[in-house]
């Protein structure tokens, strides 16, 4: 078995063709099919059932998926393994949720950096969802979400933090009184539907009886953030998103008491390789 066969069989299930897997490999489509023939050859079985222009994995292929998709991870992650253990080289892959990218993991990676000065570092972000995908495609190393605590039989996952929440307002409303009563007369600002903590938002603001009329709705912490700071509205978020400003007097937080316990998690495949580079970053966040 070769592993460009293997990597041509995770290109075509990544792309959903043999075409489609040819462009992004920049092989000839005859290449593709002479891969997937030997590949099928080597394991006896066929990988794809093609329907016209649509391939679907056999049986066999959607056993041989997770086992193809290792493969490759050992392959690229063996490359990595350096001369000198003390000083791992290669490159590290982290998915993150936006709240958590922005203020919790620039403070780790420049410790991370300060050990280990030869690894590169790609840090991408996205839902929680998008990056529970991307770790069990195999496209990341390791993955950050916030939200309610959730275990996967596949991976590891380990609490990074307890986040504390609250509404966030512009100093001048006044916050004597519960800031949900502000929805009468204030817009709301959620976060999108796919965010970590937007059922947590959503069963606070049902639980309250006060489901906002008005509302606004943006992927993007940020916006959300300086769109409050400038009257659009109030919305609720996590203390470290906003504390930068509440410092500053900008905005006033608020926070809010719920039954669910919302967390900053890491979460990395319980039965992949760790490679060098991976094992020296989780060290570092189990300190």
């Known amino acids: 078995m070769e592993i460009r066969h293997v990597r041509t069989f995770c290109a075509i299930v990544k792309h959903g063709s043999f075409s489609k897997a040819a462009y992004a490999l920049d092989y000839a489509q005859s290449t593709v099919t002479t891969h997937i023939k030997a590949l099928e050859n080597d394991l006896q079985s066929p990988l794809f059932d093609r329907l016209g222009k649509k391939v679907l994995l056999t049986k066999a292929g959607q056993h041989f998926h997770p086992y193809a998709l290792e493969l490759l991870t050992i392959y690229e992650k063996a490359h990595e393994i350096p001369k000198d253990s003390d000083h791992p080289e290669g490159t590290l892959t982290i998915t993150a949720n936006e709240s ?78 519960d800031p949900i009563e502000l929805l009468r007369d204030y817009q709301f600002i959620y976060t999108e539907k796919s965010c970590g903590y937007r059922a947590m938002v959503d069963g606070y603001l049902r639980k309250s009886g006060q489901i906002p009329d008005r509302t606004f709705e943006s992927s993007s912490i940020e916006v959300i953030k300086q769109s409050v700071i400038c009257g659009l509205g109030i919305s609720i978020l996590p203390f470290i998103v906003v504390q930068e400003s509440f410092n500053k007097n900008q905005l006033i937080f608020k926070p809010i008491e719920t039954s669910q316990k919302i967390q900053s998690s890491f979460i990395y495949h319980k039965s992949r390789w760790v490679s060098p580079v991976l094992r020296s970053f989780l060290t570092l966040l189990e300190k």
């Open 100 to 177: 958590l990218a922005v203020y919790r993991l620039p403070q780790i990676l420049q410790k991370y950096k300060q050990i280990n000065p030869k690894v590169n570092i790609i840090l991408e972000t996205a839902t929680n969802e998008q990056a529970i995908k991307k770790l069990r495609d195999g496209d990341t190393d390791i993955a950050f979400i916030i939200g309610e605590s959730i275990e996967y039989d596949e991976f590891i996952t380990k609490n990074l933090f307890d986040e504390l929440f609250g509404w966030i307002l512009t100093p001048d409303l006044t916050i004597s009184k």
